[in-house]
T-cell receptor, first 115, second 115 residues
């Protein structure tokens, strides 16, 4: 079975500081990993994904994520946080071992960036 | 994402009532999904459809039914609503012909309250 965990319900960071939102996963095959962001009263928006290749993935709005197979992690990062980055962030995984597998989402992490 | 629309955006109903949530998309995607979002639980898959003739149960299908009226339309019904179905409901689409990566595109959500 596939699963994903976001160990922090909320992350607080000051504007201009680097931010990290953590995600760990469990799959039996190779993982397809995704990050989505949800702004208030909006649907989820795709940020970035890891399928294969370079472990550092760059996405929208200056975000990037690093795939670490040994630690089964896919943490979301940004070098300099903006107040407008405040939102709910979801990590998701799909196990590539079975074409019938669907996405499994983590519980979400609320990012609060303070001026 | 304006390419995926959901109606209504907000709905308050009473226990025992039948309710239908509708989703339409102009992305031309074959695959469509219904999720519910509860605080701390992330998104959980209710039903998904790979084409008009293909309907599949997700993780939490009990108490729900769906109808795929056309490639562009996918409706979710609660036959007899109960209070623990109070949640935020999202429709999503994806295009499998872009590869097995299953990037999903979400509608703005429907906030349902069952009294």
């Amino acid at each position: 079975a596939q699963s994903v965990a976001q160990p922090e319900d909320q992350v607080n960071v000051a504007e201009g500081n680097p931010l990290t939102v953590k995600c760990t996963y469990s799959v039996s095959g190779n993982p397809y990993l995704f990050w989505y962001v949800q702004y208030p009263n909006r649907g989820l928006q795709f940020l970035l994904k890891y399928i294969t290749g370079d472990n550092l993935v760059k996405g929208s709005y200056g975000f990037e994520a690093e795939f670490n197979k040994s630690q089964t992690s896919f943490h979301l990062k940004k070098p300099s946080a903006l107040v407008s980055d405040s939102a709910l962030y979801f990590c998701a995984v799909r196990d590539s071992s079975n074409a019938g597998n669907m996405l499994t989402f983590g519980g979400g992490t609320r990012l609060m960036v303070k001026p | 994402d304006a390419d995926v629309t959901q109606t209504p955006r907000n709905r308050i109903t009473k226990t025992g009532k039948r309710i239908m949530l509708e989703c339409s998309q102009t992305k031309g995607h074959d695959r469509m999904y219904w999720y519910r979002q509860d605080p701390g639980l992330g998104l959980r898959l209710i039903y998904y459809s790979f084409d008009v003739k293909d309907i599949n149960k997700g993780e939490i299908s009990d108490g729900y039914s769906v109808s795929r009226q056309a490639q562009a339309k996918f409706s979710l019904s609660l036959e007899s609503a109960i209070p623990n179905q109070t949640a935020l409901y999202f429709c999503a689409t994806s295009d499998p012909f872009r590869g097995p990566t299953d990037t999903q595109y979400f509608g703005p959500g429907t906030r349902l309250t069952v009294l």
